[in-house]
Nanobody, 126 residues
Framework: QVQLVESGGGLVQAGGSLRLSCTAS????????MGWFRQAPGQEREFVSF????????YYADSVKGRFTISRDNAKNTVYLQMNSLKPEDTAVYYC???????????????????WGQGTQVTVSS
């Protein structure tokens, strides 16, 4: 298990930008693949983005492709989610999640991740 702490959420107008950060308290962060998920009120937790252990592979939900960028800095034990051109429908609690690089199962499925942060609220006003 890895302890994950997100930051960077807030209130922004439509069209604006935010950058979320997620810092892990583990010495072997580079052996973890990381994901971002979000959950709006009354909705299931949904996949947003995934990055492999070295940042060489990234994936996005269709709804955020071209607007969000995931990246990581293994020297800082941190994964980022740069969110541009935000829309009201992006409003949700955003969670980062981690799983061992050797884990199997779809990265789009929350239950394939063993470690979760507490979440950070992102609110986009119209």
């Amino acid at each position: 298990q890895v302890q994950l702490v997100e930051s960077g959420g807030g209130l922004v107008q439509a069209g604006g930008s935010l950058r979320l950060s997620c810092t892990a308290s583990v010495r072997t962060f580079s052996t973890y693949a990381m994901g971002w998920f979000r959950q709006a009120p009354g909705q299931e937790r949904e996949f947003v983005s995934f990055i492999n252990w070295n940042g060489g592979s990234t994936y996005y939900a269709d709804s955020v492709k071209g607007r969000f960028t995931i990246s990581r800095d293994n020297a800082k034990n941190t994964v980022y989610l740069q969110m541009n051109s935000l829309k009201p429908e992006d409003t949700a609690v955003y969670y980062c999640a981690g799983r061992n690089m050797l884990s199997y199962g779809s990265y789009r499925q929350p239950d394939t991740f063993g470690s979760w942060g507490q979440g950070t609220q992102v609110t986009v006003s119209s």
